[in-house]
């Protein structure tokens, strides 16, 4: 009786376990880096570390837009825009959250850890 499994197949699934161990590592690791604040203008992008407390200021074509980061959260604190609803948005927290002020061209956003959280699209 011959041997069904050749040499070449032991490896190959050597090969494939290894592939699929690091990749789990990979996609299931734990990410201990802090969040970022993430500040897009027409000047270019930035980001802010959300630990470090600071005033930014982002110069938009309506005038200089005025972001607080303090307390682990960000918000914008004054803009030249007429409506001012990016100052409405409030605090960003968590992964995700987003303001823009259109009008003077200055997007503000939480960029990093992944949050395990259901919304309404989860049921």
Not at 35 to 42: D, I, L, Q, R
Not at 77 to 83: G, K, L, N, Y
Not at 87 to 113: E, F, S
Request: proline residues 5%; aromatic residues 6%; charged residues 25%.
């Amino acid at each position: 009786m011959t041997n069904i499994i050749k040499p070449f197949d032991y490896a190959l699934i050597v090969v494939v376990c290894v592939a699929i161990a690091i990749i789990s590592f990979r996609v299931y690791a734990v990410d201990n880096r802090p969040p970022m604040v993430s500040v897009k203008s027409e000047s270019g992008l930035s980001l802010y570390t959300i630990e470090t407390e600071r005033h930014v200021e982002v110069d938009g074509p309506l005038g200089i837009t005025h972001i607080e980061i303090a307390d682990g959260k960000a918000r914008v604190v004054s803009s030249p825009c007429r409506d001012k609803l990016c100052l409405l948005k409030g605090d960003l927290v968590k992964n995700g959250d987003w303001t823009a002020c259109m009008p003077n061209k200055v997007y503000v956003g939480i960029q990093g850890k992944k949050e395990e959280e259901l919304d309404g699209l989860s049921y």
